[in-house]
């Protein structure tokens, strides 16, 4: 998503960013003067406005990789927090068993030595039989002390268990309020560029819609380039497999995906976890310069690395556009290219 400037002509099915950006730069808009014919000087509102549509899309991608990564953390961060409370369950119940041994112990103890130890064997009709009672008195008393230290640092640990859980319960609230925040910005740049692209005459908006295709209907040459690797290979076959399903924000498939969800998606057919966000993709693997790009290998867009494709080969890559556009091939030069990684 995002106003850019493309560095290559577009091709088949010609698309801008998968976060639902369609750059329509000064070639892009040569190519909807050329099917419109001459612009006239009254019509640079209309080119303005698909600018700001542009410029909304970029930004609503952004938000979208950014709601990405708060889902990603709120989703670990309640894993986090019920792997705690079942600790601490476990702990409490853990204490309370040792607090019954330790009253069991103290009973004990009560009843066998209510008297003074000195006045006990002072008054004991059997001498011997009240020093083998004093020994496991003594035991006794000595198993409790060790019982007692045990519940204290038990004691403790769940003190502690407890104050990390309220962190993470904290934390996980202030998640999913980011969460809630990014959902409320993509959708009002959304509804926003929907409503400017609406109030556009139809022969304008459909000449935005041809130059974002880039009037390619077919697969463009992809050359002999061979993956990588297997898992490359893989990723790739599921990728093509995508092609014609819809770009829907914040998904990651099967039905429909935003562009890093398309990513992950892929390469989980492939066997590989990749990380949710285009920003952390980046880093999923080594970098290597675009002229030693192979098929499989992810490209990240824009210096914030906001939007990821899958170089195909031939300077084409496979990736889900912005709302609106389906999964395709476009030239990997259709935005500044931040990186290239190999999985």
């Known amino acids: 998503m995002g106003s850019h400037r493309r560095r290559a002509p577009s091709g088949s099915d010609r698309g801008a960013s998968a976060s639902g950006i369609a750059g329509i730069t000064v070639t892009v808009m040569s190519v909807a003067a050329a099917a419109l014919g ?17 410029r909304l899309y970029t930004q609503a991608e ?27 369950a476990r702990q409490q119940e853990r204490i309370n068993t040792m607090r019954d041994a330790l009253g069991s112990l103290a009973v004990a103890q009560y009843r066998a030595g209510g008297l003074d130890p000195s006045l006990a064997l002072l008054f004991s009709d059997d001498p011997a039989d009240y020093l083998d009672k004093a020994a496991v008195l003594d035991r006794i008393t000595a198993h409790q002390a060790g019982e007692l230290d045990d519940l204290q640092h038990a004691m403790r640990d769940l003190a502690q268990e ?74 790739l076959a599921a990728a093509r497999s995508a092609l ?17 969800g398309l990513m992950q998606w892929s390469y989980a057919r492939a066997g590989v976890g990749l990380p949710r966000t285009s920003q952390e993709q980046r880093y999923a693997g080594h970098q290597v310069p675009l002229s030693q790009a192979r098929p499989g290998d992810l490209v990240t867009y824009r210096s914030d690395a906001s939007h990821v494709a899958m170089y195909a080969g031939n300077g084409q890559v496979i990736h889900a556009p912005y709302p609106g556009a389906a999964v395709r091939y476009d030239p990997v030069g259709m935005m500044p290219i931040s990186s290239v990684t190999r999985v």
């Open 244 to 260: 014609g399903r819809p770009y829907v924000w914040g998904a990651n498939g099967p039905g429909g995906f935003d562009c890093s």
């Open 38 to 54: 001459a612009v006239p000087a009254a019509a640079a509102p209309q080119d303005d406005t698909r600018a700001e549509v542009d």
């Open 62 to 88: 952004k938000a979208t990789e950014a709601f990405n990564k708060a889902g990603e953390r709120a989703g670990s961060l309640r894993k986090e927090v019920r792997t705690a409370q079942d600790r601490i």
């Open 162 to 235: 407890r104050e990390e859980a309220t962190a993470k319960l904290a934390e996980l609230e202030r998640s999913s309020r980011a969460v809630a925040h990014h959902k409320r910005t993509v959708e009002r740049k959304l509804s926003e560029a929907r409503r400017l692209l609406n109030a556009l005459p139809d022969s304008l908006r459909d000449a935005y819609g041809r130059a974002s295709r880039s009037g390619r209907d077919g697969i463009p040459d992809l050359g002999d380039e061979e993956p990588s690797s297997g898992r490359a290979a893989a990723a």
